[in-house]
């Protein structure tokens, strides 16, 4: 009997780290989702690395998916202060100018009812391999920082 124990105590906490949790899952999923992210659009107010003077690193780049390339493409959708369902950035956070030490990668994920308090948005922390790379979800850090932006974007105004 005290054999079974300890091995259903080892299994148990054994694998525990191997247990994730959903927002975990989900940024895992999302991860997949933005693979090929360096080929979608870059805001041309915003485009290549720009200085940077936040967590992310000292130079960033930032990458639209199309939701959010056709959002700011359309004078029309402007209007609505925020960005539609579906919406991804993807920042990479560098050390140099030249881009060649990549820190981190950041993701922003609108996600219908994931966050309803800060617009919905779902954040993840990445490395360069894209193994998680601290907290994702709804992070405080992420949603008071961004806080001041419009529809907790920062690096444009609309």
């Known amino acids: 009997m005290k054999i079974k124990i300890l091995i259903l105590t080892i299994l148990f906490f054994g694998c525990s ?9 989900l940024a895992n999923e999302i ?15 915003f485009a290549g690395i720009q200085s940077g003077n936040s967590p992310h690193g000292d130079y960033v780049q930032i990458w639209l998916n199309e939701t959010v390339a056709n959002f700011f493409k359309n004078p029309d959708t402007l209007e609505n202060a925020t960005l539609p369902v579906g919406s991804i950035l993807v920042k990479e956070g560098y ?15 609108k996600i219908d009812g994931y966050d309803s308090d800060h617009n919905n948005w779902f954040w993840a922390n990445y490395n360069s391999v894209g193994k998680l790379d601290g907290n994702n979800g709804a992070e405080s850090m992420c949603y008071n920082c961004h806080a001041s932006g419009k529809d907790y974007i920062l690096f444009k105004d609309w």
């Open 17 to 25: 780290e191997d247990v994730l949790t959903n927002d975990q899952k």
């Open 31 to 45: 991860w997949d989702e933005i693979q090929g992210y360096e080929t979608w659009a870059q805001d041309s107010t």
């Open 95 to 109: 050390s140099d100018s030249e881009g060649e030490s990549l820190n981190k990668i950041t993701i922003m994920k």
